[in-house]
């Protein structure tokens, strides 16, 4: 982004301001306006602040934002845009800065001659993170001078007022999310990271910067990284690859921001077999899809068939391509600004808007037509790798139709080693995925079997990272799974979604050891499910146990740890009661340590277990981190480790 002259920005003052609603019902219903009260919704009051900013940079005023997580876990986010207005708001008779953080909804983005596009316009807004924190403090630096306002709960502790001189232009916003409403209040460094990395390559130009005073540097200065991308969507696109060799040597690319609405696509082709494509709209992850990935879709389509058929490589293949396998070992990143766009979906992430689709399908043609005619190498091995993905999708068919045959969606048999439960409802059901026939068996002799039904699963499952579909459906673990689930691949609107309209539980839960190995079997369990169950993940209905670490025991009385910190608590509390009895200390490294009496009491009571539900929070990060972890690339995966590992002793 070129240097910025003051003189030139574009006039941003109260009557620019339009308040639409009250704000009452936030802290009642906290979720209805950030999702849920916690990780999520935490770290969202961070992407609504930071949106602002973002806001003000794609408006063209702004190139540096700064967040910094406070000892304490406040959130401290600073921009250098033009500030928030703070002269009089003529309707409702206060300063324009007090409208936009105590009136939901309130801001310059719904002046469509403030902003143009705004990320913000899917989000609730400052105000709503200022109602949800117990105190926040904004800062103005504008026109010279400093303004500030502070507010406890959402209301102004004292008027807008002026506090000093400054060379600086922008507006920090501080603030310390409400302990009384949120059930987690400690922010997660890789999360905010993730975010604002993303936000960096979708905005190229933007510095962005992450700062955690809670973390000194070994020279006694806070942990700190910076995100910033001269190249944008062709840099996300090889991160996302940097585990994954590439059959092009490069990444395709086209931007436009000449129409009405703005697009920028990037994509490349590996030698793997998933699809990876990330769609955005105004820098919103729209990971349920719509008319720009229509449009994406058709111009990839098209363009690559009408090739392949000028080729006359199909003829010599004999076997007849359809449009998903185009896309198979395809990453691509599709980006458009929309001026108003219209958000559907069971989550509000598919794009609605029908004037998307041409505008996209257009570039993406233009893009491949002139790419393949200046690489006709590469564009063979585009269409070779088109051919295997149409022969695979045809053995991978054949693999289905024997699971389907056996019994998924068709009332017939269920594996042999499923104990299922007597309840029919799947909405009271749950599935236990145990590692392990040991396990297995004890989970069945522990459970409650009128809702809970146990799968054991031999070994390790099949590392699908690297295997081809008609391999994977012909895997027996995987296979169990599939049948005992009652899912199937195919709908009416994607021959590759997963079909949950006859899923036999809506709670799976996976259990494995609390060791080395089970910890590989529960990240090859998350692969596959995050690969090609993707929807029972964002439908929120796959869970991880918690077995416990540790048994501290004296005399006849006994407890269970989780952590190094509760067992010492309890040493410690132990030992203090005065018996001579010595304390002893069981470490669980398997679930077949734990009788069923005791797997039950720990692990599967819902009075009393601990489950860890599974979300996607960021979809192209966990793209990439399944890709590193379990992909063929070594040298990513070891500094992953050596970052990460905090006892892990890796030999030259």
């Known amino acids: 982004m070129s240097e910025m002259d003051p003189n030139q920005l574009g006039e941003y003052t109260a009557d620019n301001i339009q308040s639409l609603e009250g704000m009452e019902h936030v802290r009642m219903r906290p979720a209805m306006y950030i999702g849920d009260i916690s990780t999520r919704g935490l770290h969202h009051l961070v992407y609504e602040v930071v949106d602002n900013s973002i806001d003000e940079a794609l408006a063209g005023y702004c190139d540096t934002v700064k967040v910094i997580i406070n000892e304490g876990n406040s959130i401290t986010v600073e921009d250098n845009g033009r500030g928030i207005p703070v002269d009089m708001h003529k309707k409702e008779g206060v300063s324009a800065l007090q409208v936009v953080m105590t009136k939901i909804g309130a801001g310059g983005k719904f002046d469509k001659g403030s902003y143009k596009v705004s990320g913000g316009l899917h989000g609730v807004g400052v105000s709503c993170v200022n109602a949800l924190s117990t105190r926040m403090r904004t800062e103005v630096h504008r026109d010279g001078k400093i303004y500030a306002q502070e507010y406890g709960i959402g209301k102004p502790l004292f008027a807008v007022r002026e506090e000093g001189t400054t060379e600086k232009r922008g507006t920090v916003q501080t603030f310390q999310p409400d302990a009384t409403i949120f059930d987690v209040t400690e922010y997660n460094y890789d999360t905010l990271a993730n975010r604002l990395r993303e936000l960096s390559f979708l905005n190229k130009g933007i510095r962005l910067t992450l700062t955690d005073a809670r973390v000194k540097n070994e020279d006694g200065t806070p942990k700190s990284e910076e995100f910033y991308s001269s190249a944008g969507l062709i840099e996300m696109v090889k991160f996302l690859d940097e585990s994954r060799p590439s059959i092009l040597g490069g990444v395709i690319h086209m931007e436009r921001t000449d129409g009405a609405i703005p697009v920028e696509v990037a994509m490349t082709y590996n030698d793997t077999y998933n699809e990876n494509v990330f769609s955005y709209v105004n820098n919103i992850n729209t990971h349920e899809g719509g008319t720009h990935l229509q449009g994406f879709k058709r111009g990839l389509t098209s363009t690559l068939k009408d090739y392949a058929d000028k080729s006359g ?172 689930l009652g899912v199937y691949i195919g709908t009416e609107e994607d021959s590759k979604a997963l079909n949950t309209s006859k899923l036999r539980y809506h709670k799976i839960v996976i259990m494995c050891d609390a060791d080395v190995d089970g910890s590989h079997i529960e990240t090859l369990i998350l692969t596959f499910f995050f690969r090609h169950m993707k929807e029972l993940v964002e439908q929120g209905k796959i869970y991880i146990a918690t077995p416990p670490l540790y048994q501290v025991k004296k005399g006849n009385k006994s407890e269970y740890a989780w952590t190094e910190e509760q067992r010492d608590r309890l040493i410690a509390e132990m030992k203090g009661a005065g018996s001579e009895t010595s304390v002893n200390v069981q470490r669980y490294k398997g679930l077949g340590e734990m009788n069923a009496e005791q797997l039950w009491e720990t692990t599967m009571n819902i009075e009393t277990r601990t489950l860890r539900r599974v979300t996607i929070e960021n979809a192209a990060a966990c793209d990439q981190i399944f890709s590193m972890l379990m992909g063929d690339d070594v040298p990513p995966r070891r500094a992953f480790i050596e970052a990460n590992a905090k006892y892990a002793k890796i030999d030259a």
């Open 313 to 484: 490589l199909l003829e010599k293949a004999k076997v007849e391509i359809v449009g998903d396998d185009f896309r198979e070992g395809l990453t691509a990143v599709v980006s458009v600004k929309v001026a108003e766009p219209q958000f559907e979906g069971q989550t509000k992430t598919k794009l609605g808007n029908k004037e998307a689709v041409a505008p996209v399908s257009q570039v993406v043609s233009e893009m491949l037509e002139a790419y393949l005619e200046e690489h006709p190498n590469e564009a063979k091995i585009i269409v070779q790798k088109v051919i295997l993905a149409a022969q695979a999708r045809v053995a991978a068919k054949k693999a289905r139709e024997t699971i389907q045959r056996k019994g998924v969606g068709t009332g017939g048999s269920l594996p042999g080693k499923l104990a299922d439960c007597s309840e029919k409802d799947p909405t009271k059901s749950e599935l236990f995925l145990v590692e392990g026939d040991s396990a297995g068996g004890t989970a069945k002799q522990g459970r409650d079997r009128v809702f809970q039904a146990i799968l054991p699963l031999r070994g390790k499952i099949l590392n699908v990272e690297k295997a081809m579909q008609h391999k994977i459906l012909e895997n027996e673990e995987i296979k169990n799974i599939y049948t005992a």
